[in-house]
């Protein structure tokens, strides 16, 4: 008896002690930064003329690519994630990527840290060796639960090694859509890199899938890379799928970057709350390093693909460019209705359709259109950027009402002169009997900016300056601005430019 009760008092002190370890984990576990199901990502390329194998260890945080290869480490401690990473490397002067340049741990428990020689640090050691000359660099570390395979995935074409990893989910219908989209005799001659079988969906990750199906439009495009990812990311229709809308909106999040050995392409759609958003830094020694969790001195925005070659300047291209506004959207016959392009990005050309008729009506950056007849109107803005051509529509955007009203003399505003203007501009109007007279100025996010006049006014004409200076004194920067001219029961407005 009193030997069972020491037995009992043993396993009750061995079970508290095990809870007690089991929640200490579990703290651990939640203090570690940014833990939860999201990938990581790093990659590396030298500048012209420099290659990472002669990059040295440098004090400090991320200034040379062993502290990138200290941040997979971090990513993939067992304590953060235990599914897999994936690395490899581009040669100096060569597209093409062999057995030896890849290196992959996959399934569960399988991390760096496990006190075994993993494949990271015999990458490592071959990424770094001065005779084998790495210029680009490519690392994942993957987080999605069961799977097959890791990135970054490889897709063979004319005699180059394309890449791909990708940071975010898709999920199962549109994977199925893109599988589909694709077809079985796209995967019969361009195999899965980790045993997808067309027909079986969850044998495929998404990001090889959304990987394929990139490469897709870069070949329909004679290899065009940006052609080709920008017309994949615009597809409106697949498989019924608006790619487009879920895309632009973060619907599906599709960070990846991409390689062909000569550049890096870098995609980023997540919104600013997203802890996984890709980041870069030039550094002086010759090379560039890309990551997610900002950290790094340029974010690449939502909507924008980086563009990362050896030899020039990034270059950044905002995508899902076209957006407008209206004054007014709805009135009585005739409306006339000011439109304000708020496009994003640098478009060069713009065609307004505002009847949404196939007839495009202006082609003027900020036009004004009178609508004679009531109705609902959608309005289609395309845009031109010189490279890229998009388009938006809006539908019932214009409402125009139909009222019986005793048609009372106008007002009439005239255009400001002169227009463009530097220091001051003058803008007339007139009015057909006295009136409480308001003349005020706006900017393009129809902000208040100045009241020019106020009072109560005579039948005729009359004429207002503005210095170009807000309701505190102070100038306003040079770009488009509106005046609306408003009686007891009418308005109008019309736009100007000041250019310091």
């Known amino acids: 008896m009193k030997m069972l009760i020491i037995l009992m008092k043993k396993n009750n002190k061995e079970n508290i002690q095990k809870k007690l370890l089991f929640i200490g984990f579990i703290i651990l576990y939640l203090l570690l930064p940014n833990p939860g199901h999201a990938c990581d990502m790093m990659a590396l390329i030298s500048l012209s003329g420099h290659t990472i194998s002669e990059q040295t260890e440098i004090p400090g945080n991320f200034n040379d690519p062993f502290d990138f290869y200290e941040f997979m480490k971090e990513r993939s401690d067992p304590l953060i994630n235990d599914d897999g990473y994936g690395i490899l490397y581009y040669k100096d002067g060569e597209v093409l990527i062999d057995s030896t340049q890849k290196w992959f741990k996959t399934g569960n428990g399988c991390w760096y840290g496990d006190g075994s020689d993993e494949p990271l640090d015999i990458a490592i050691n071959e990424i770094m060796d001065e005779n084998n000359n790495a210029v680009i660099i490519l690392g994942h570390v993957r987080e999605a639960g069961p799977g097959y395979g890791s990135h970054p995935f490889t897709f063979e074409s004319q005699n180059t090694t394309y890449t791909l990893m990708h940071n975010g989910t898709l999920g199962n219908s549109i994977k199925s859509a893109l599988m589909n989209y694709l077809g079985e005799d796209w995967f019969i001659q361009h195999p899965s890199n980790w045993e997808g079988q067309y027909g079986n969906v969850n044998s495929f990750i998404d990001s090889e899938l959304l990987f394929h199906y990139i490469m897709s439009h870069i070949l329909a495009n004679d290899g065009d890379i940006m052609s080709g990812i920008y017309t994949a990311l615009n597809n409106r229709d697949v498989e019924g799928y608006n790619l487009r809308e879920r895309f632009s909106n973060a619907q599906s999040i599709i960070n990846f970057i991409f390689s062909d050995g000569i550049s890096l392409y870098i995609f980023r759609n997540s919104l600013p709350s997203n802890t996984r958003n890709l980041c870069y830094e030039i550094y002086d020694t010759g090379f560039i390093g890309i990551k997610t969790i900002d950290s790094l001195e340029n974010q690449i925005l939502t909507n924008t693909l980086a563009i990362i070659p050896r030899d020039e300047e990034p270059l950044h291209i905002s995508y899902y460019n076209p957006q407008f506004s209206v004054v007014p959207n709805s009135g009585n016959m005739p409306l006339e209705v000011n439109f304000i392009d708020e496009s994003n990005g640098d ?122 200076k807000n309701y505190n004194q102070y100038p306003v920067a040079s770009g488009l601005y509106f005046y609306k001219l408003k009686t007891n029961n009418k308005s109008k407005i019309r736009k100007m430019v000041l250019l310091r």
Do not use: C, M, R
């Open 347 to 468: 478009p060069v050309s713009w065609q307004w359709d505002f009847q949404n008729d196939g007839s495009y009506d202006s082609f003027e950056q900020n036009p004004y259109f009178v609508y004679e007849q009531s109705g609902l109107y959608d309005v289609k803005l395309k845009i031109s950027d010189g490279v890229f051509v998009d388009s938006l529509v809006k539908v019932n955007y214009i409402t125009v009402f139909d009222t019986v009203f005793v048609e009372i003399p106008s007002i009439y505003l005239q255009q400001n002169y002169p227009n463009p203007f530097n220091t001051e501009t003058t803008i007339g109007y007139s009015i057909p009997a006295e009136a409480k007279v308001e003349l005020k100025i706006y900017n393009t996010k129809l902000q208040f900016v100045k009241t020019l006049v106020n009072v109560i006014q005579q039948i005729g004409e009359h004429s207002a300056i503005w210095d170009g």
